[in-house]
């Protein structure tokens, strides 16, 4: 059993940075692929990055050159810094981990424990 805890989500104005946060219990973390994706009010869930056990990195195409995914896997903790923040990356925001990752996925059924979401609002 793998628990996630995201945090660090919040109001910013736009244009404005947050970085969430994913602490996560599981013996081997530094094996997990980990990824974020995020859930507008009104629309379905949908992927914004992932990490490898490797370090290598995969993300959508809306917040690319916006949003870095990192880990570290001493404190078991995926990070996902936003910055140049937009009204639309508004939604409840939820990490994922893929325990026997093949290849870096943007497919939710890839990914076998999630976190219970945080609040990410960005206003105009």
């Known amino acids: 059993q793998v628990q996630l805890v995201e945090s660090g989500g919040g109001l910013v104005q736009a244009g404005g940075s947050l970085r969430l946060s994913c602490a996560a219990s599981?013996?081997?973390?530094?094996?997990?692929?980990l990824g974020w994706f995020r859930q507008a009010p009104g629309k379905e869930r949908e992927f914004v990055a992932a990490?490898?056990?490797?370090?290598?990195?995969y993300y959508s195409d809306s917040v690319k050159g916006r949003f870095t995914i990192s880990r570290d896997n001493a404190k078991k903790t995926v990070y996902l810094r936003m910055n140049s923040l937009k009204p639309e990356d508004t939604a409840v925001y939820y990490c994922?981990?893929?325990?026997?990752?093949?290849?870096?996925?943007?497919?939710?059924?890839?990914?076998?424990?999630w976190g219970q979401g945080t609040q990410v609002t960005v206003s105009s």
């Open positions: 994922a981990a893929e325990l026997y990752p093949q290849t870096l996925s943007s497919a939710e059924g890839e990914y076998d424990y």
């Open positions: 990490i490898g056990w490797s370090g290598s990195t």
């Open positions: 599981g013996r081997t973390f530094s094996r997990y692929a």
